[in-house]
T-cell receptor, first 109, second 115 residues
Framework: GQNIDQPTEMTATEGAIVQINCTYQ??????LFWYQQHAGEAPTFLSY????GLEEKGRFSSFLSRSKGYSYLLLKELQMKDSASYLC??????????FGTGTRLQVFP | DAGVIQSPRHEVTEMGQEVTLRCKPI?????LFWYRQTMMRGLELLIY????????DSGMPEDRFSAKMPNASFSTLKIQPSEPRDSAVYFC?????????????FGDGTRLSIL
């Protein structure tokens, strides 16, 4: 079966660091994506991992451990505009993306 | 560059009516995906096409749903007859295959309400 787990909600303070975890169990693996989705808008691509390790892109970093079926998205120097839902998605060998239900992050001043 | 274009942005109709959602993928993208998003179930893949050919429609909920891609620049998702439980946001996404790190790019979605 296919299963992707993320926390439902998280809160953090402006300027802080937050880590959003994602665990997955899928029948195949061909990369893991993180998307950001503001309320009422489309998901937008943040990061992609296919090999183990950390990928850094400005204030955002994403980590992958394939042996553990685990990824996290790290957001540094949080800003109010980072309040959004963060979706973890695994691509299977048929090119389909399987999405988690998303983590709603609220950043407070 | 234009992104994925979906129409209409909002649709409100009565149950039993036919609903047609439209999508124009990004030029040069050869894979197209239709998703449905609800609070309860999140983002679910309904069907996807590669080079205009349906590859996997296992996510299509039932026979009331159908999708076509007559050419590389246009796709439709049709619901007939529509039911209140079909109310959701429907997203179309496209991607250029052949490069594994290419993400799917999403349109702004169609917010569908069936009364």
């Amino acid at each position: 079966g296919q299963n992707i787990d993320q926390p439902t909600e998280m809160t953090a303070t402006e300027g802080a660091i937050v880590q959003i975890n994602c665990t997955y169990q899928t029948s195949g693996f061909n990369g893991l994506f993180w998307y950001q989705q503001h309320a009422g808008e489309a998901p937008t691509f943040l990061s992609y991992n296919v090999l183990d390790g950390l990928e850094e892109k400005g204030r955002f970093s994403s980590f992958l451990s394939r042996s553990k079926g685990y990824s996290y998205l790290l957001l540094k120097e949080l800003q109010m505009k980072d309040s959004a839902s963060y979706l973890c998605a695994v691509r299977d060998v048929t090119d389909k993306l399987i999405f988690g239900t998303g983590t709603r992050l609220q950043v407070f001043p | 560059d234009a992104g994925v274009i979906q129409s209409p942005r909002h649709e409100v109709t009565e149950m039993g009516q036919e609903v047609t959602l439209r999508c124009k993928p990004i030029s040069g993208h050869n894979s197209l995906f239709w998703y449905r998003q609800t609070m309860m179930r999140g983002l679910e893949l309904l069907i996807y096409f590669n080079n205009n050919v349906p590859i996997d429609d296992s996510g299509m909920p039932e026979d009331r749903f159908s999708a076509k891609m007559p050419n590389a620049s246009f796709s439709t998702l049709k619901i007939q007859p529509s039911e209140p439980r079909d109310s959701a946001v429907y997203f179309c996404a496209s991607r250029r295959t052949g490069d594994s790190n290419q993400p799917q790019h999403f349109g702004d979605g169609t917010r569908l309400s069936i009364l």
